[in-house]
């Protein structure tokens, strides 16, 4: 067995969501795309290399009977279910403590009735990490948390943000807090007891692990599927290089469902502007299974709560 560790997750954004994020017109009854379209093919790759992955769902999405099967199917191949909130607010970490409890109680309790799993683990949307949810996850005795991003680069996610939502009225009167915020970059890379007051500090005996989204050593560039498939192969082989010099570190490579999503019936220019979207799908699959098969043949894949059984024994 490979001495390194790597956790691959998926955040199960709906193409709801990203409407909403970025103003878009979506072709009716799509608005489930990345259950009905990406999660399928993203379990059948996984299942096939035999990788476990977790993945984040919004309690929304798995209150819809179907979306719920898919889920419980994934969790009899071996993967994991954590959440991603109620309803994956793009203001997130504005919001107060109550409403920040509101959205992992309820997000909680939708992934406990459409799996029969309580999940262990929590991503905010948007990395929106705070003391706040912190607290909360605390109280409500997750494992661990999975929403800081130890980068100083939030600033470009930012602009592109901004740069896609031209033009548009999405979030409009709504202050958005996505992206990593500046301090997040003082992070730990590794996977830390995270202080309730100063989530980007440790506490030895904090009852909840942080587990950063990953960053490179060093220049602690963002390596996460979307940006590797716009950045290119050489991009992606020189953050994997990184992450191979530090063995003890482990890698939490981070996909989305819609990077795995087919685009074609939706006319919104969104699609044809957009980093990411806009590659042609069948490449953007391609590259998704060699990111895997390298991820794979240099670390041992298993999910989030087995990796904290693993460091806590
Ligand atoms: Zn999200």
């Known amino acids: 067995m490979s001495p390194r560790s790597a956790l691959i997750h998926v955040d199960l954004d709906n193409l709801w969501s ?10 009716a ?3 489930n795309g990345i259950y009905d379209d990406a999660l399928p093919r993203l379990l059948g790759i996984f299942n096939e290399m035999e990788i476990p992955a977790t993945f984040f769902a919004v309690g929304r999405d798995v209150e819809l009977p179907d979306n719920a099967v898919k889920l419980r199917k994934a969790i009899v191949s071996g ?3 954590a959440s991603h909130s109620q309803t994956h607010p793009l203001n997130f970490r504005a919001l107060s403590e109550r409403e920040i409890d509101h959205e992992v109680e309820q997000g909680g309790k939708s ?5 029969g799993q309580k999940p262990s683990g929590f991503r905010a949307p948007g ?3 705070s003391q706040s949810l912190i607290r909360v996850l605390i109280r409500r005795g997750y494992h661990y948390d999975s929403s800081i991003m130890p980068s100083p680069y939030g600033f470009a996610f930012r602009w592109m943000d901004a740069w896609l939502r031209r033009g548009t009225t999405a979030g409009s009167g709504l202050r958005k807090t996505q992206f990593p915020y500046f301090c997040d970059a003082l992070a730990s890379l590794s996977p830390y007891r995270v202080n309730p007051n100063h989530p980007e500090r440790e506490l030895a005996s904090s009852g909840l692990l942080e587990i950063p989204v ?3 050593p060093l220049l602690r560039l963002p390596f996460q599927a979307g940006v590797c498939l716009r950045l290119g192969r050489r991009y992606f082989e020189a ?4 992450f191979l010099k530090r063995p003890s570190l482990p890698l939490v490579f981070l996909l989305h469902g819609a990077d795995a999503a087919d685009f074609q019936a939706c006319t919104d220019p969104f699609f044809r502007r957009a980093p990411v979207f806009s590659l042609p799908f069948a490449d ?8 895997l098969e390298r991820i794979r043949s240099n670390y041992d894949c298993l999910t989030t709560m087995d990796f904290v059984r693993r460091i806590k024994t």
């Open 127 to 129: 990395y929106a990490v």
């Open 79 to 81: 993967h994991e279910i």
């Open 214 to 216: 990953a960053a490179s």
């Open 18 to 27: 990203i409407a909403a994020c970025y103003g878009l017109c979506l072709p």
């Open 284 to 291: 953007r699959i391609g590259k998704i299974r060699i990111y």
């Open 111 to 115: 992934i406990y009735h459409g799996t």
């Open 239 to 242: 953050q994997l290089s990184a």
């Open 29 to 31: 009854g799509s608005e």
